[in-house]
């Protein structure tokens, strides 16, 4: 990046940093956690910052001051759905406001008619459990659910995509990073090959968003979710829904509420009228408290600029990975530059003794499987990968 510049930062011991605007070093004092722990858990829960909490307090405030305030609550709703829009290159009216990612892929599959001949769902073995959980409860509505699953590798091959979507695949859900071992797919071939065969691709994008740059047009998908706990540095709550353009008018959601309707505040109870745009995939009053902290989370990342967030990750990544690999640990997730990236998966014995270890030692991390989840983000820094990669050389006994 031609912005970044090599200096060193007062108070860290002459260490040197990339310090292009915003990133590690730079924006770190915003987080006050990192007064006294080393968090490296962003793919759980984005670290507080400063600007969440203020927005936070906005909210308070204007509540308190002027009782309900619904017109700038509906208006921050709609800044949410811009800033998401932006964070994906989408328009506006291509996004659905949801408070979750199950909101918006139940509002989704709700949608889908799942006729004779067009009833499967196709998931990868790395879906979110509620993604997973959502289409097998489709099945009462007559769906098949087949299953992707990985190699022994930890890798998804994409032939497997393509010889469990036919002609008769209404759906495929995919996951851009999974959560269990940090595996980044390549999903713009999966939707391809679902394109191929006359299926919609949905990309579940939790662990992507706010890490690497997602561009809904580049990727191809029909959908694309996300919300906003994690690399986006926000809280629980708040996630959203881009929809294809093409499909808006296309696809009716059974699972709905008035403020999806063409007109919320008609308030007619006669008849289904739906909004034109993606809107329609919105359902109940807006969350917005969740919504105040989702835009200063956002913003945070936009100040920075994912690309710039991404590059500077890239680079704590591999001094983690090169520390693993002198400490003889056992890396779960692919390494190929494509395969990975905030987070890294390191194959535990026991893995919520070691997390507990860790957090003894004031290293946050978390568990899935078998695997300890190491992920970085913005604020981290060289002393963190240090900082826990010795606290794993105390603890080396927990590393298979
Ligand atoms: C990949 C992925 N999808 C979905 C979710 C959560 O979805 P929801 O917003 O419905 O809680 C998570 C949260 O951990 C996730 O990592």
Known sequence: MAAEQTQGVPGTGGARHLLPGGVGAAIRGRFPIFEHTTYANSCSQGALSVDVRRAYEEYLDGWDAHGAEWEHWVERAEAARGAFARLVGAEPDDVAVTTSVSQAVSSLVSALPLERDRKKIVISEF?????????H??????AEVVHVRPEADGRIPLERFAEAIDEQTALVCCTAISYRTGYRLDVAEVARIAHERGALCLADSYQAAGAVPLDVRALGVDFLTAGTVKYLLASAGLGFMVVRRSLHERLLPTQTGWFADEDIFRMDISDYSPAPDARRFDAGTPPVPNIYAGIAGIGVVEETGVPAIEAHVAGLRERLLAGLDELG????TPRGEAEIGPLVCVVSTDPHALVSALAADQVVTSTRDANLRVSLHLYNVEEDVDRILAALARHRELLA
């Open 329 to 332: 640990a056992t890396v779960a």
């Open 137 to 142: 409860a489709q099945e009462l509505r007559g």
């Open 127 to 135: 879906e979110f459990p509620t993604v997973g959980q959502i289409a």
